[in-house]
């Protein structure tokens, strides 16, 4: 009777959540995508000598572990562990039918078995997603083994070359299970815009096979119209030019407008999310341009991490990040120092803020740059990245080698290696410019790979502390030489800032204090904003973060007063020791703190950026 009716009422709903929409752009209408987010069984092991002989039966479980999420969440100034991750759960899959898992982000080493297979594993780093694909089996239920080792590692996890801030790890990251029961299967659909006054884009169709020769495709646009095409396939690639978007509107910070384009082949579907835009720099005086329009990009570098959940930050809390972005006037921010989670940039499509998206990497030195292995998984994590995040019209410049050995001629060859991977990857009008973020500003030796120029630097914190006149004429000199020798490319502040411990709110200026942080802070966007012959900026940082393992050894904890163990709650320190680097194990130079509370700093920028001062 009405309890059958209820069951049955609960199983259609469960199944329609099963085959929902993935939690991010792209979407596969005609696909069967299961979201594997979840509880699933756990183990931790330490010491193992080789992650990457282990076998699915090697695997231990003793608990639980929530995915996405980080196993190594614990409080600032405390480490975590370093070891072997095994991770279980059982999934279904139509019988004799091939499927593919989606990671969208597993760290730092993954290796992945199906049905005790091992079926791949991926070494090139934690922060963007990779594909694994599952053979067809006569069984419905499988089961899933995710190994993730966290040792720093040159071997299995090259590219995690170390940097300052914490590190991490686990299934951070949504993962997918796609049902491909097609004749032919798409991998993915790429839109670059061509002309954003007349609304054409060329069009990119990526198979998960090498097909050729004439493919039927169909493709939808929001409003209903369909058209359908035939397109020349060579070696799984299909190419379309000059497609017209029906009323085309272009997407600025003003005005996000946002398209969706569906592609079918076959009875497989891809719905892909764009927006038309296109960045230059201007002819005569190399400025960032969007649309053709100077503008003056303008924010802050932000770290994917929370107190409470690491590196697996949450929709809820990337919502919170994306209102103080936008409170804080920023319309531009530096994903420092990773691939950006997509439901981050998908926030961004809607919210017209621009990014900067690079490949994990500071701590790059020659020898990686010299070394094969280390390219070839660079490479596969520019490729990774830029697959992710192609149709974001968010993303307008794509980075590497955070602060790399730069100043040396012999590095430069492994800086083109990754420019040249992003540039193949572009199209043209060029999607996005290629830039790094340089800490050796007038002695930079690279800078010949570059469409922007990018430097570190960080007068009156580091360089001559506490002299307040510094910014100004540090930032006047590396853009007058910027412009000097570089006159066709725009020049850009990539990090400069101070730190400032968020108890310290007294009303004189020592180091250390909000006071100060928010005269340097003011000092390094005053000038930034003003100089014509700056492109933009952006601060170090978003929010205070947890600092990386060394520092997390060296410092240590603060003195916090009593506090709730959860770390979902802001924890005060009632003392802090300033003379190590990182105080309280943590990096102190955000405009909040680490549980999002606003510091002076976040006021005076947003002042700044209101566009009061802004001449073009």
């Known amino acids: 009777g009405m309890l059958g009716a209820v069951t049955a009422a609960l199983a259609v709903l469960l199944a329609a959540a099963m085959a929902a929409d993935p939690p991010f752009w792209p979407h596969y209408p005609t696909r069967n995508v299961t979201l594997l987010d979840g509880t699933w069984d756990f183990g931790l092991t330490m010491n193992i000598p080789d992650a990457i002989a282990l076998r699915a039966t090697d695997a231990q479980f003793t608990t639980t572990m929530a995915v996405p999420g980080a196993f190594d969440v614990l409080p600032p100034g405390i480490l ?46 934690g922060y963007q997603p990779f594909w694994i694909d599952v053979p067809a089996s ?10 993730a080792d966290n040792r720093f590692n040159s071997t299995t996890a090259p590219t995690t070359t170390g940097g300052d801030f914490y590190f991490y790890s686990g299934i951070t990251r949504n993962v997918l299970l796609h049902e491909l029961p097609f004749a032919v299967t798409m ?30 495709i169909d493709l939808t646009w929001p409003g209903g119209q369909k058209s359908s095409v035939q397109g020349a396939a060579v070696k799984g690639v299909v190419s379309l030019y000059s497609v017209s978007v029906p009323n085309p509107q272009p997407w600025t910070f003003e005005s996000p407008n946002l398209t969706v384009l569906t592609v079918s082949v076959t009875g497989d579907a891809i719905a892909v999310r764009f927006g038309l835009r296109i960045v230059a720099a201007d002819k005569t005086d190399g400025r960032f341009t969007l649309n053709g329009k100077v503008v003056k990009l303008h924010g802050v570098n932000r770290h994917t991490m929370w107190p409470d959940t690491g590196s697996a930050v949450d929709l809820a809390q990337m919502q919170q990040d994306v209102a103080l972005l936008k409170e804080l006037n920023a319309n531009f921010v530096r994903g420092a120092h990773y691939p950006q989670d997509q439901r981050f940039l998908d926030l961004l499509d809607e919210a017209g803020i621009g990014v900067w998206e690079e490949t994990l990497g500071p701590g790059v030195s020659l020898k990686d740059l010299q070394s094969p292995y280390f390219l070839e998984y660079q490479v596969q994590a520019v490729n990774e990245m830029i697959s992710a995040s192609i149709n974001h019209p968010c993303v307008l410049m794509h980075g590497f080698y955070n602060e790399g050995p730069s100043n040396q001629k012999e590095a430069c060859p492994g800086y083109n290696v990754s420019a040249a991977a992003i540039r193949a990857r572009m199209g043209t009008p060029q999607l996005r410019l290629v830039t790094y973020a340089s800490d050796h500003s007038t002695s930079d030796a690279c800078l010949d790979v570059v469409d922007v120029v ?31 020798h570089y006159p066709k490319k725009p020049f850009f502040i990539s990090e400069t800032g101070a730190g400032g411990v968020y108890e310290w709110d007294n009303t004189t200026d020592p180091r250390w204090s909000q006071k100060y942080q928010a005269e340097v802070v003011g000092a390094d966007a005053t000038v930034a904003i003003s100089n014509s ?26 003195a916090y007063a009593p506090h709730p163990p959860s770390l979902a709650v802001p924890w005060n320190c009632s003392y802090i020791d300033v003379s190590c680097g990182r105080p309280g194990g943590e990096n102190h130079k955000g405009m909040v703190d680490f549980w999002r509370r606003k510091k002076q700093a976040f006021d005076v920028l947003k002042q700044i950026y209101s566009g009061g001062m802004q001449p073009l």
């Open 80 to 125: 975590g562990p370093r070891g072997t991750a095994f991770y279980r759960r059982s999934i279904e899959i139509s019988p004799n039918t091939p499927a593919a898992l989606y990671f969208a982000a597993c760290g730092f080493y993954c290796k992945v078995f199906v049905d005790g297979t091992a079926l791949g594993d991926h070494r090139a780093g």
């Open 138 to 147: 006569s069984s419905r239920t499988r089961e899933l083994i995710v190994i």
């Open 187 to 216: 991998r993915q659909v790429e839109v670059f815009p061509v002309d954003v006054d007349r609304g054409l884009v060329d069009v990119r169709i990526l198979f998960t096979t090498p097909v050729s020769g004439v493919v039927e």
């Open 454 to 484: 990018s430097f570190n630097s960080y007068p009156a914190w580091y360089d001559h502390p506490g002299d307040l006149t510094q910014p100004a004429k540090f930032w006047k000199m590396a853009s007058d030489w910027a412009h000097q």
């Open 533 to 558: 012959n700056i492109s933009g900026i952006t601060v170090w940082q978003f929010s205070d973060i947890k600092a990386n393992d060394d520092s997390t050894r060296q410092c240590g904890q603060c």
